[in-house]
């Protein structure tokens, strides 16, 4: 899998959060720790897909993460204030998708220090198995969803 290091492709995106970096969260080289972002990423998938599902609790969400990765492009140091944003990527699978992430500078919005992904798969907790994305799921992520490659990922999700 490789990532495109350019700069983002226009937009907001649909989920959009401001972070701004931490000291706990800084390495001994004043560098965002790299597991943070793993946690922008938690909470960005939550601000996207929560209002989808109508609801606020997450632990009503129907969905697992069955991969997720990110590529980091610059570091980001104490008090930088990042943008998050979060989409899916198209194309769709049938019970799995990916949620694309990004962070640029707050205030240089064409400066970008991470890309991240995950898969993301339907999941009935019920029935201890992966389901279909449901037709309205669907269609809405459909309506938000970019190309994979316009932001560098050229693999697919799984089906």
Known sequence: MSVSTSTPTPGPWPAQRRFVVQYADVDAL?????AVYFRYMETLRC????????????????IIVAEA?????????????????CTPGG???????????RFVDAYDTKRL???????????DYAHASKKPIEP???SRFERDAVPLESEGWVDPPRP
């Not at 004043?30 to 790299?34: A, I, M, Q, T």
């Not at 194309?91 to 992430?101: E, Q």
Request: one cysteine or more; hydrophobic letters at 35%.
């Open 113 to 123: 220090y991470a890309r991240g992904r995950t898969v993301v798969v339907m999941y």
């Open 91 to 101: 194309p769709l699978g049938r019970t799995s998708f990916s949620l694309l992430y």
């Open 30 to 34: 004043n560098h965002l720790n790299h």
């Open 47 to 62: 601000d996207y897909y929560m209002p989808i599902l109508g609801v606020k609790d997450p632990r009503e969400l129907d």
């Open 136 to 138: 309205t799921i669907r």
């Open 69 to 85: 990765t990110c590529r980091y492009l610059a570091p980001a140091g104490y008090g930088t204030e990042l943008i998050g944003e």
